[in-house]
């Protein structure tokens, strides 16, 4: 059974970049069928999908936040990563990882990490 664990520091400062890697076990991130996806919740609001890398390295961001964010992957470490630049106080959230798999029709969400408090703070 797939699991996924985010890492990264607690607190980070406005203008800074926030760095988050999610560790994978149970299952490898280049498997056909499957992407990695980073989604993030603030205090009080809704779930909010950032973006996803494919099992082939390719990368999808939200609209809203694609001009600083960024995912990568580390495939010898089976590990994904998020990368999100000029942070601002608006950035604290929960960030969480999980995987998806194509279904033939759809991508669903079918594993997700524990998730992570990041907070943006000077």
């Known amino acids: 059974q797939v699991q996924l664990q985010e890492s990264g520091p607690g607190l980070v400062k406005p203008s800074q970049t926030l760095s988050l890697t999610c560790t994978v076990s149970?299952?490898?991130?280049?498997?056909?069928?499957?992407?990695w996806s980073w989604i993030r919740q603030p205090p009080g609001k809704g779930l909010e999908w950032m973006g996803v890398?494919?099992?082939?390295?390719?990368?999808y961001y939200s609209p809203s936040l694609k001009s600083h964010t960024s995912i990568s992957r580390d495939t010898s470490k089976n590990q994904f990563s998020l990368q999100l630049s000029s942070v601002t106080p608006d950035d604290t959230a929960v960030y969480y990882c999980?995987?998806?798999?194509?279904?033939?029709?759809?991508?669903?969400?079918?594993?997700w990490g524990q998730g992570t408090q990041v907070t943006v703070s000077s």
């Open positions: 890398i494919s099992d082939d390295g390719s990368t």
């Open positions: 149970g299952g490898s991130i280049t498997t056909s069928y499957y992407a």
């Open positions: 999980a995987r998806l798999y194509y279904d033939g029709q759809y991508y669903r969400f079918n594993s």
